[in-house]
C-alpha cells in the first residue's frame, strides 16, 4: 500500500500488482492479460445502446486470472470491457474529479478504489447503492469484511481482494526469528531496516507497536508521535529506505534484515527463498481491501449486478484468487482451491493466502480522515520520506 495512502502505488513507482506483473510472478500470460482480454470481445464502451448488455469494469494491473471475463460473457450473454488502467488511487482520482464532480458520467461502470479512497467516493456522491436483492451471493462476503464504519451497510462496495501489511524478515540476516513492530528499532539492525511509502501501512505498524489503536485516531494529534519516532528512526540511520515494491529485492538479498511488507509479495520470495518470513507482529497488522463500487451516473445496474454476483461465487472467486494470490473476500473460496487440486490447492494452507484465527484477530483497519487532517498527515509522512 503506498505513497500518498495508496496500497498499490509509490509515486513513479510501479504498483505490487505492476511489479509482479514485470516480474513474471503472478502466473504465465499476464504479461499479454491485455490483449487476451481483447481477444475475449471487450467492448470498447459501457453504453446499452442497441438493447447489447455491457459493462467495463476498470481494475489494478495483474489482478485477474486469463479465464473469469470471458467465462463471465458465456454464462451471462453481457459483453464486458476490463481494462488495468486504475495504477494509482489519488492519481485516477484526479483524472476523474472533473467530470465527476461536475455530475458527468466517466467511461467505466465499475472501478475499484481502495478502501479509504472508496470512503472519499461515496462521500463525494460518486458512487451509487448497488442493487443488493440482486446479488444474493454478496451474502458470501467474509464476516470480518462487513459493515465498515464507512460504508456500514455495505450499500456501496463489495471488496475485490484484500491483503495484509506486517513485518517481513530475513533470517539469514536478523539470525533469529522475529514477532515485533519493535523489531523495525532493534539497533541490532541499524541500517538494515525498510519502511514503506504507503503511509497508512508503515505509520499503522507503529502506532500499534505503540499501543494504539487505528480506529482511534482520527487526528494529526493522535499520530504524531509514532511520526516522530519514524523521523527519528530515519535520522539516526535505522532506516535504510523507504520502498515501494522495491523492498522485495533488499529482503530477499537480506539487505533489509527487517521490513514492513505485503503478505502477497513475500508469498513470492518465499517460494524461492526460506529465509524469508512474513509474520502479523504481537501487536496487530494491518489490513487492507480494494473494492468494486459502481460509478455514479453508470445506467447499468443490471450488468454490474451480475457481476458481482457472479465474483462472489466461491468457484469463480477460487479461480481468481488461485491467480493472483491474495486473500479473498469470499466465504468458500478456501475449500474450493482444495477441489482444484494441485498448486491451487497447497495455496489453501498457505498462511499467507489464508491467514489463521490468531492473526485476523491481530488486524486492524483505519476508520476515516477528514480531509483536513489528512492533508496534514501527508505533508508530515512526506517531509519524512522525503516524497
Known amino acids: 500500500?503506498?505513497?500518498?495512502?495508496?496500497?498499490?502505488?509509490?509515486?513513479?513507482?510501479?504498483?505490487?500488482?505492476?511489479?509482479?506483473?514485470?516480474?513474471?510472478?503472478?502466473?504465465?500470460?499476464?504479461?499479454?492479460?491485455?490483449?487476451?482480454?481483447?481477444?475475449?470481445?471487450?467492448?470498447?464502451?459501457?453504453?446499452?445502446?442497441?438493447?447489447?448488455?455491457?459493462?467495463?469494469?476498470?481494475?489494478?494491473?495483474?489482478?485477474?486470472?486469463?479465464?473469469?471475463?470471458?467465462?463471465?460473457?458465456?454464462?451471462?450473454?453481457?459483453?464486458?470491457?476490463?481494462?488495468?488502467?486504475?495504477?494509482?488511487?489519488?492519481?485516477?482520482?484526479?483524472?476523474?474529479?472533473?467530470?465527476?464532480?461536475?455530475?458527468?458520467?466517466?467511461?467505466?461502470?465499475?472501478?475499484?478504489?481502495?478502501?479509504?479512497?472508496?470512503?472519499?467516493?461515496?462521500?463525494?456522491?460518486?458512487?451509487?447503492?448497488?442493487?443488493?436483492?440482486?446479488?444474493?451471493?454478496?451474502?458470501?462476503?467474509?464476516?470480518?469484511?462487513?459493515?465498515?464504519?464507512?460504508?456500514p451497510k455495505n450499500e456501496y462496495q463489495l471488496p475485490w481482494q484484500t491483503g495484509i501489511a506486517g513485518i517481513a524478515y530475513n533470517k539469514k540476516a536478523t539470525g533469529k526469528d522475529l514477532k515485533s513492530v519493535e523489531d523495525l528499532f532493534d539497533p541490532a539492525f541499524k541500517g538494515k531496516v525498510g519502511m514503506l511509502t504507503e503511509m497508512r501501512d508503515t505509520l499503522g505498524l507503529v502506532l500499534m507497536g505503540m499501543g494504539k489503536k487505528l480506529s482511534d485516531i482520527k487526528t494529526y494529534d493522535d499520530a504524531v508521535e509514532a511520526f516522530d519516532k519514524i523521523e527519528k528512526a530515519k535520522t539516526d540511520g535505522q532506516i535504510r529506505a523507504f520502498t515501494g515494491n522495491d523492498y522485495m529485492d533488499d529482503l530477499n538479498t537480506g539487505n533489509f534484515a527487517v521490513c514492513v511488507a505485503w503478505s502477497g509479495d513475500v508469498m513470492q520470495i518465499a517460494k524461492d527463498n526460506p529465509d524469508v518470513h512474513f509474520v502479523v507482529p504481537e501487536e496487530g497488522g494491518t489490513s487492507w481491501y480494494d473494492t468494486m463500487m459502481w460509478v455514479a451516473g453508470s445506467e447499468n445496474s443490471d450488468s454490474v449486478s451480475s457481476w458481482m454476483n457472479y465474483i462472489y461465487d466461491p468457484v469463480n472467486a477460487a479461480r481468481i484468487t488461485a491467480f493472483t494470490g491474495y486473500f479473498s473476500p469470499v466465504k468458500g473460496v478456501r475449500e474450493e482451491l482444495v477441489k482444484m487440486g494441485g498448486e491451487a490447492a497447497a495455496l489453501a494452507d498457505n498462511p499467507l493466502v489464508f491467514p489463521d484465527a490468531d492473526s485476523v484477530s491481530r488486524l486492524q483497519g483505519w476508520g476515516s480522515l477528514a480531509e483536513a487532517e489528512e492533508a496534514k498527515f501527508d505533508e508530515r509522512f512526506a517531509s519524512i520520506t522525503g516524497a
Open 1 to 151: 500500500m503506498e505513497n500518498n495512502n495508496n496500497p498499490s502505488s509509490r509515486g513513479a513507482r510501479y504498483s505490487r500488482r505492476e511489479f509482479l506483473i514485470r516480474s513474471g510472478l503472478v502466473g504465465a500470460g499476464a504479461l499479454s492479460l491485455p490483449a487476451i482480454l481483447a481477444a475475449c470481445g471487450g467492448s470498447s464502451g459501457s453504453s446499452s445502446g442497441g438493447g447489447a448488455k455491457e459493462l467495463y469494469f476498470e481494475n489494478w494491473p495483474g489482478y485477474i486470472d486469463t479465464e473469469t471475463v470471458k467465462a463471465f460473457e458465456t454464462a451471462t450473454g453481457i459483453k464486458m470491457k476490463y481494462t488495468e488502467a486504475y495504477n494509482d488511487n489519488n492519481e485516477y482520482f484526479a483524472k476523474v474529479q472533473p467530470m465527476l464532480s461536475k455530475g458527468q458520467k466517466i467511461a467505466p461502470d465499475i472501478v475499484a478504489p481502495t478502501f479509504w479512497m472508496a470512503d472519499r467516493w461515496i462521500q463525494l456522491g460518486w458512487a451509487q447503492k448497488l442493487d443488493k436483492a440482486a446479488i444474493p451471493n454478496a451474502k458470501n462476503l467474509r464476516d470480518d469484511l462487513l459493515a465498515p464504519s464507512w460504508d
